[in-house]
């Protein structure tokens, strides 16, 4: 069993929560097909999977959080649901830009997989938020979901809280990544600035690690299941790293412990 990641609070472990956040695995349909430089989404995914088991790093629950499908087919979400339901743990979905909300809400709900918006665990709530453009790539949250957010803050006062969307919400420092953020962050942040139980914001979409503080809140950007791309680039550009995936520990007292994993290898086509 690996050690907890740079804990600097002595707590009962029974009372941590353990999140893992997988994202951007851009599964398509044909289990032959690949992606960029030749490689095989399905297989990434599934070394980080094993990665994890390996690692003994099965905690509470994981979230996907978006660009699960690189063309939203069915297959693919199908494909995912197989795997999540090998994992013995519930997995919460949210869709990405690449993504068909629909699609996964007619899939991905049943057995151990959930598209909800919500989920309370301990003392702490856990919100994923739906910040998808149809047929864009940058973010934005409609009046609804940030209606939502106000709403699930304001009746778990008591709660301390972790959100996740998919786009970044902040600059990363990559010009072409940074325009296909979220472009209301202002309204988003707003919010936030109402609740200080609100402890994390994490996201994907960047296929980069990055992680901040604002306001005593940490916002993590987490690395791709698949490709990363190069931290700080001005124009698109592929990063030598391999498959990754973070690991959150919720403390009772509000503290949020992480830290990212990356994969080297990757197992046969399955």
Not at 73 to 93: F, I, K, T
Not at 100 to 118: A, C, F, K
Not at 224 to 231: D, E, I, K, L, M
Request: glycine content about 8%; charged content about 15%; hydrophobic content about 40%.
């Amino acid at each position: 069993m690996t050690s907890l990641p740079h804990l600097k609070i002595a707590n009962d472990r029974s009372e941590f929560i353990n999140v893992l956040q997988l994202t951007d695995s851009h599964l398509l349909a044909d289990s032959e097909a690949f992606l960029w430089n030749d490689l095989s989404t399905r297989r990434s995914l599934v070394a980080v999977l094993n990665h994890i088991q390996q690692q003994g790093l099965l905690g509470d629950l994981m979230v996907i959080s978006g660009d699960i499908a690189e063309k939203a087919e069915p297959e693919a979400y199908y494909w995912l649901l197989e795997r999540c339901q090998e994992l013995g743990l519930p997995v919460y979905c949210l869709p990405g830009n690449h993504d068909d909300p629909v699609l996964m809400d007619e899939i991905l709900n049943g057995m151990n997989v959930s598209t909800e918006s919500l989920v309370t665990l301990k003392n702490w709530q856990l919100i994923f938020l739906n910040s998808v453009v149809p047929q864009r790539s940058h973010g934005h949250l409609s009046k609804g979901q940030l209606g939502f957010l106000n709403r699930s803050l304001a009746d778990s006062l008591d709660l301390n809280t972790l959100i996740f969307l998919h786009h970044p919400p902040v600059a990363l420092g990559s010009p072409w990544m940074d325009a296909m953020g979220v472009d209301n962050a202002a309204d988003f942040f707003a919010v936030l600035d109402l609740y200080p139980q609100v402890r994390g914001v994490a996201w994907g979409h960047a296929h980069q690690e990055f992680h901040t503080e604002r306001q005593g809140v940490q916002l993590l950007g987490s690395p791709s299941t698949c490709v990363q791309f190069v931290p700080g680039s001005e124009h698109f550009q592929l990063d030598q790293r391999g498959p990754g995936y973070r690991w959150l520990i919720l403390l009772p007292g509000g503290q949020i412990e992480t830290r990212v994993y990356y994969v080297d290898c990757l197992p046969p086509a399955r």
